[in-house]
Structure formats: structure tokens, C-alpha cells
């Protein structure tokens, strides 16, 4: 079992450039969820989806989208990338059974210039 | 105030010795708490569930004050490899969705 994988581990994007970064599971996770985590910020949610098809804002979703694709993938995208956007974008799945336990993929570094 | 708040340390302690983290939480809904580990460059992961009673697992220890609304990590007999950042997890409140603090930084020296 793989866990969670993300893709790409590293990116360097130009202001106004888009892209999507991808975000896999076979955990048979139900929930996923986005995350960005900045230097004495913590992890802030940045999209989570319960289920297939249903997708929610969290705390900090201004300037990004997402898709839960089917149950497996879980993708988000900018737009419009802007140096606030710089981060580590970390993707975790739960399987909503008792405490929700969230397990978190590798990671994408994300710079913005 | 943030939700969930942690020192963020560093702690510097030898190896050997006993050293303990504790962290706040406002939300007094909150049901669920862990502990999370996160080495540098890394993913978190999870290091172990807080429950009401107190829980125990190796050299780690967890406990939940909900009066005072605080949580506890304990490490014994401190390893070189235990030198991480870890982190205090809340779900929030009736929702699933969780509520991380900042981190407190632990280094251990030989």
C-alpha cells in the first residue's frame, strides 16, 4: 500500500500561472482534505471533501478549487498562483470511523515568484 | 487567540531525561485530541490518540484535563531519534475537521 502519494513533490510557478496538484489514496479513505502549512502558522484546511462528490470550504479557501474526482483522488488547483501562496501544501485522507485519525501525504513545495 | 495553542520551544534536553509539552484549547466541544510528529522537511503522522482517561504507549504518555481544557504529551527516557516537532491536534468541535497548533520543537542531544 502506497498511503497517500502526492504529485509533484516540488513546483516553482510565475505569478498568474496555474496549475493542479494531485493528491491519491488507497486507503479506502471516505474524507480527504487540503492543507497548506506555513513557517509558525501550523496546518490550516484549505478544502476537504466527506465523501465522493461533496466538497467544503475551510478556513483559508480563497484562491483555490478542488475535485474530488472519484474516491481514490482528491486534486487542488490555483488558478491564478500569487506569492501568498507560497507554502507546503500537505493532502490527508480519514476514514470517518471513530476519532478521525487523518494520515497526510508527502507533501509539495510550492513556490510562487 | 488561536484554537489551539502550543510553546513553541525549543526544547533542548539531553538524552535520557523526561520532558513534557502541554497545549491549550478553546473550543470546549472538542471531543477528540492527538498528538502528531512532524520531522523537518516531512509529513506529520500520527503518534497517538488522547483519551479522557490518560493513555500510555512505550515512552510516551498522553493526558486530557477537560476542566482546564489542556493536553499533555510525556516523553521518558528522551532518544536522539525523538528530536521532531510535535504537533497538538483538536477535531473541531462536532465536525471532523481537525484544529492543529503550532508545533513545539524538541531537541534532544547526546
Known amino acids: 500500500n502506497a498511503g497517500v502519494t502526492q504529485t509533484p513533490k516540488f513546483q516553482v510557478l510565475k505569478t498568474g500561472q496555474s496549475m493542479t496538484l494531485q493528491c491519491a489514496q488507497d486507503m479506502n479513505h471516505n474524507s480527504m482534505y487540503w492543507y497548506r502549512q506555513d513557517p509558525g502558522m501550523g496546518l490550516r484546511l484549505i478544502y476537504y471533501?466527506?465523501?465522493?462528490?461533496?466538497?467544503d470550504k475551510g478556513e483559508v479557501p480563497n484562491g483555490y478549487n478542488v475535485s474530488r474526482l472519484n474516491k481514490r483522488e482528491f486534486s487542488l488547483r490555483l488558478e491564478s498562483a500569487a506569492p501568498s501562496q507560497t507554502s507546503v501544501y500537505f493532502c490527508?485522507?480519514?476514514?470517518?470511523?471513530?476519532?478521525?485519525?487523518?494520515?497526510f501525504g508527502p507533501g509539495t513545495r510550492l513556490t510562487v515568484l | 487567540r488561536k484554537e489551539v495553542e502550543q510553546d513553541p520551544g525549543p526544547f533542548n534536553v539531553p538524552e535520557g531525561a523526561t520532558v513534557a509539552f502541554n497545549c491549550t484549547y478553546s473550543n470546549s466541544a472538542s471531543q477528540s485530541f492527538f498528538w502528531y510528529r512532524q520531522d523537518c522537511r516531512k509529513e506529520p503522522k500520527l503518534l497517538m490518540s488522547?483519551?479522557?482517561s490518560g493513555n500510555e504507549d512505550g515512552r510516551f504518555t498522553a493526558q486530557l484535563n477537560r476542566a482546564s481544557q489542556y493536553i499533555s504529551l510525556l516523553i521518558r527516557d528522551s532518544k536522539l531519534s525523538d528530536s521532531a516537532t510535535y504537533l497538538c491536534v483538536a477535531v473541531s468541535g462536532s465536525s471532523y475537521k481537525l484544529i492543529f497548533g503550532s508545533g513545539t520543537r524538541l531537541l534532544v542531544r547526546p
Open positions: 488522547v483519551y479522557s
Open positions: 490527508a485522507g480519514s476514514s470517518d470511523r471513530g476519532r478521525n485519525e487523518q494520515f
Open positions: 471533501s466527506a465523501s465522493e462528490g461533496t466538497t
